[in-house]
């Protein structure tokens, strides 16, 4: 897959971003800063993301990983600007490049994710008009985002197929969603979230709905996109499996909070908190592998539900009475050279 010439960047005609700071990051720059990201849902707000703090870092590839529920889809939208009804989300920082993204109005978001924010999710399918050529979706926002032609357009979209490693980029521009495999489905729709030239790929669950060949594939994809453009990537998925390998950073949520925080080597390799055990063990991997159990025993909390101390307390192996008595703060890890950060009075 990646014997593909490699994708072009354009870098003189990028196009205008809604927000005040068009530049993008400088290599290693910061692309997103976020900050006390707190998300309510439902009527009785509940809290269903709180504290969530993090910078994903150009060129880098920060894993958001968490079992279902635990907030990472909120954490993507807020970030997205894609807040559905009845879901309020607030924080200190949220920038992406020097662009304050707070206070953004519905326009401004909505020229950031043509341009600067790029984004795939689960069920590509989902996303494609079942009734236009993938080739004229992919055109279409080149010609509104970008001012192109009709025929610069065009070439400009059989490139980036060409870039995310389809065959016969000129017949697939031509083809219907319907015939397409699941596969080179979520191509297209990375080469739509590229098209824009973005800062930040947002990936949630990307490659969930997929086998484990494609899913490889498509994690290959998203790496070498990144290597070439600069761009950062925000990779989220529930299986710790699929962001292992694909991330720098590590990013672990339960039931809204950031229970770790780390280099995913690092993490990986001595996870310190034990929702993180267990999410490797699940997942085959780390020191727990060899006790692999299918699923975690028991449940997260749903969103609101109060809890005097360690909200994971309930599910933990090591739990003592203490870890219940007061909310527990995500502070340094031992051993984790100040670059670690863990929220558990009984590290591992
Ligand atoms: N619009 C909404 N209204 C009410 N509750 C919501 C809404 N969106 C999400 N939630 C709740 O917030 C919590 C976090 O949801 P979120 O979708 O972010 O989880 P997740 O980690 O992405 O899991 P999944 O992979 O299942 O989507 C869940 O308990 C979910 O039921």
């Known amino acids: 897959m990646s014997d593909h010439p490699s994708s072009d960047r354009p870098s003189s005609d990028r196009?205008?971003?809604g927000g005040s700071a068009p530049d993008r990051p400088a290599p290693g720059g910061t692309v997103l800063?976020?900050?006390?990201?707190?998300?309510?849902v439902g009527h009785g707000a509940a809290e269903?993301?709180?504290e969530v703090s993090f910078t994903v870092?150009?060129?880098?590839?920060?894993?958001?990983v968490g079992e279902s529920g635990s907030g990472k889809t909120l954490t993507c939208r807020a970030v997205l600007g894609l807040a559905a009804p009845g879901v309020r989300s607030d924080a200190g920082t949220l920038a992406l490049g020097g662009t304050d993204l707070l206070g953004l109005d519905a326009r401004g978001w909505q020229r950031l994710r043509g341009a600067r924010l790029g984004a795939v999710f689960q069920d590509p399918g989902s996303f494609l008009n079942p009734a236009l050529t993938v080739g004229r979706q992919l055109a279409e926002p080149l010609?509104?985002?970008r001012g192109l032609s009709r025929a610069d357009a065009r070439r400009r979209a059989v490139e980036l197929l060409d870039s995310v490693g389809l065959r016969d980029p000129e017949a697939v521009y031509g083809r219907y969603p319907h015939e397409l495999s699941s596969g080179m489905l979520q191509r297209v729709l990375i080469a739509i979230a590229v098209s824009g030239d973005p800062d930040l790929l947002v990936a949630d669950e990307a490659t969930t709905a997929l086998d484990t060949v494609v899913q490889a594939e498509v994690l290959d994809l998203l790496a070498r996109l990144r290597e070439e453009r600069?761009?950062?990537?925000?990779?989220?998925?529930?299986d710790l499996a699929v962001v292992a390998d694909a991330t720098d950073r590590l990013l672990v949520l339960y039931a809204g909070e950031v229970v770790e925080d780390g280099p995913t080597?690092?993490?990986v390799a001595a996870p310190a908190h034990p929702y993180t055990e267990a999410l490797?063990?699940?997942?085959?991997?780390?020191?727990?592998?060899?006790t692999r159990f299918p699923v975690i025993p028991g449940r997260p909390p749903a969103p609101g539900t109060a809890a005097a101390g360690c909200r994971f307390a309930p599910r933990c192996a090591y739990a003592e009475p203490e870890c219940s008595l007061a909310p527990v703060p995500l502070v340094s890890a031992p051993d984790g050279d100040g670059d670690r950060k863990v929220r558990c009075l009984k590290p591992r």
């Open 230 to 238: 600069g761009l950062g990537l925000l990779l989220v998925s529930h």
């Open 57 to 64: 870092l150009a060129g880098q590839s920060v894993g958001l």
């Open 265 to 267: 080597a690092s993490v």
């Open 15 to 17: 196009p205008s971003s």
């Open 280 to 290: 490797l063990a699940v997942a085959g991997l780390g020191p727990g592998a060899r």
């Open 33 to 40: 800063e976020v900050e006390g990201l707190r998300v309510t």
């Open 48 to 50: 269903a993301v709180r």
């Open 143 to 145: 010609r509104v985002h």
